[in-house]
C-alpha cells in the first residue's frame, strides 16, 4: 500500500494562503493523489485530486512535481469554515488500497 | 438527491448483539465502501464492494460482514459486537476506483458497545 505523510496540525490566520504538504514516497505509476476535507461529526467531502503539475478548481489547487514523492495542497485565503481535518490519499484503481491515514488538523484563527 | 444516507444514526449495544447498518445512495454508484473512524484517526477501509451481489474485504473486515443484494444499498453487519467495534462508521460510494474516483460520504453511525 502507498503510505502518505502529512503534518499532524496546522494553524493559520483568516485572510491567509495554506499549503499542507503531503508525502508519498512510494507512490505507484498508476496512483492518483486526492485530497479529502473532514468536520467534526461529518463524513469526508473531496477537494480536489491529481496526477502531476497542477489542478485547480475553485476551492483549492494541487502541486505535484515531476518526481510525484509529494504533493501540495494550496487554500487561497482561508476562513474560519476552512478549519477542518485534510486527509491526502493515493488512490490507484484499486478500491483495496484505499488509506486515509491520520491527516493534518487545520486551525484557522481570527 | 439524498446522495448517501445511513440508518441509524446512532446506536447502543451490548456485548454479543447483533445489528446491521444500512447505507443506501441514489446516485448509480458502482461502488460502494464501509469504513471505521475512531477517535482522533483517519478512517480504516472495512470492506468494500465493486458492483451489485459483489464484496471485498477491506484493511480491517475481521468481526464484519457485508452484503450487496441491491446497487443502491450496503449492508454492514455485526454478529456480536464487542467493545473495540465502538467507533463512527462511515459508508460512501463512487463512480469509478482510481482516477476520477470521487467518493460521496454519508453523515456516519456512532456505535457504542458496552
Known amino acids: 500500500l502507498a503510505k502518505t505523510t502529512q503534518p499532524i496540525s496546522m494553524d493559520s490566520y483568516e485572510g491567509q494562503e495554506v499549503n499542507i504538504t503531503c508525502s508519498h514516497n512510494n507512490i505507484a505509476t498508476n496512483d492518483y493523489i486526492t485530497w479529502y476535507q473532514q468536520f467534526p461529526s461529518q463524513g469526508p467531502r473531496f477537494i480536489i485530486q491529481?496526477?502531476?503539475t497542477k489542478v485547480t478548481n475553485e476551492v483549492a489547487s494541487l502541486f505535484i512535481p515531476a518526481d510525484r514523492k509529494s504533493s501540495t495542497l494550496s487554500l487561497p485565503r482561508v476562513s474560519l469554515s476552512d478549519t477542518a481535518v485534510y486527509y491526502c490519499?493515493?488512490?490507484?484503481?484499486?478500491?483495496?488500497?484505499?488509506?486515509f491515514g491520520s491527516g493534518t488538523q487545520l486551525t484557522v484563527l481570527p | 438527491n439524498a446522495g448517501v444516507t445511513q440508518t441509524p444514526k446512532f446506536r447502543v449495544l451490548k456485548t454479543g448483539q447483533s445489528m446491521t447498518l444500512l447505507c443506501a445512495q441514489d446516485?448509480?454508484?458502482?461502488?460502494m465502501y464501509w469504513y471505521r473512524q475512531d477517535p482522533g484517526m483517519g478512517l480504516r477501509l472495512i470492506h468494500y464492494s465493486v458492483g451489485e451481489g459483489t464484496t471485498a474485504k477491506g484493511e480491517v473486515p475481521d468481526g464484519y460482514n457485508v452484503s450487496r443484494l441491491k446497487k443502491q444499498n450496503f449492508l454492514l453487519g455485526l454478529e456480536s459486537a464487542a467493545p473495540s467495534q465502538t467507533s463512527v462508521y462511515f459508508c460512501?460510494?463512487?463512480?469509478?476506483?482510481?482516477?476520477?474516483?470521487?467518493?460521496?460520504f454519508g453523515p456516519g453511525t456512532r456505535l457504542t458497545v458496552l
Open positions: 460512501a460510494s463512487s463512480l469509478l476506483a482510481g482516477r476520477d474516483n470521487e467518493q460521496f
Open positions: 491529481g496526477y502531476k
Open positions: 490519499l493515493s488512490t490507484s484503481g484499486s478500491a483495496r488500497q484505499l488509506t
Open positions: 446516485m448509480n454508484h458502482e461502488y
